[in-house]
């Protein structure tokens, strides 16, 4: 975790080794019951998509079409979810941030553009919870009453975060006596993405497709934290 966010001004790097490393992390048991383990592989799944987010394609890729387990799909979703809020400039508690033990500062006339966003924070708890991720406000808005300082890195890749997952959901998903609390999960990842993606310019076809996924969530009896 700590190494991949120390080199969040070398993406390319980051990128160079990412997929082999998604696999391996999602790939991961915990053959050892070592204490927080679902945490740790989060918060490493996190830190690479905050760094290079066009590698979620491949953590779908492996959600969609290997044979995981249901903690290890649940915990990829979480991670997906947190990314988002995390690129979109909101904090969550149980998000590693480790301090950098070198300096890494820019010079003086090399600093990054920051703009001001107005966004409403949707938690003012921890999403993470045993290794899933809750859904915590209907909706996220825009509020004059608070401001964030941080830079919305969510906007330009909102579309490869919402659309694969958006796809699944309306191909089909079968996880057998497994299946409610999975697409509970997945319909919370999926709300959390939509909600962090405002304001992209197709924003309003996003929501016509979350209607319809929690439509059918709604149908299928899918428990859902409205």
Not at 67 to 78: G, I, N, T
Not at 103 to 122: C, G, V, Y
Request: aromatic letters at 10%; a neutral charge; glycine letters at 2%.
């Amino acid at each position: 975790v700590k190494l991949v966010r120390q080199k969040s001004l070398l993406p390319l790097e980051v990128s160079y080794y990412s997929e082999e490393l998604i696999k391996n992390i999602v790939a991961l048991n915990n053959n050892f019951e070592e204490k927080d383990f679902e945490q740790w592989r989060i918060n490493a799944l996190i830190s690479l998509l905050v760094v290079v987010p066009d590698k979620v394609n491949d953590l779908y890729q492996l959600l969609f079409n290997s044979d995981l387990s249901l903690q290890q799909r649940m915990s990829v979703l979480s991670s997906v979810g947190l990314a988002a809020r995390e690129l979109r400039g909101l904090d969550d508690a149980n998000v590693m941030k480790p301090k950098f033990d070198f300096p890494s500062k820019r010079l003086p006339w090399d600093k990054p553009a920051t703009t001001s966003n107005q966004i409403e924070d949707i938690s003012n708890r921890s999403l993470v919870k045993d290794g899933t991720t809750t859904w915590k406000s209907k909706k996220l808005e825009l509020a004059s009453s608070k401001l964030s300082t941080k830079k919305n890195e969510f906007r330009k890749c909102a579309n490869n975060f919402f659309y694969p997952l958006a796809n699944g959901w309306l191909n089909g998903i079968d996880l057998g006596s497994f299946d409610k609390i999975f697409k509970a999960h997945y319909v919370a990842t999926l709300r959390i993405v939509y909600s962090c993606a405002n304001p992209v310019h197709n924003y309003e076809a996003m929501t016509q497709i979350m209607e319809v996924i929690v439509s059918q969530a709604m149908e299928q009896n899918v428990p859902l934290d409205m």
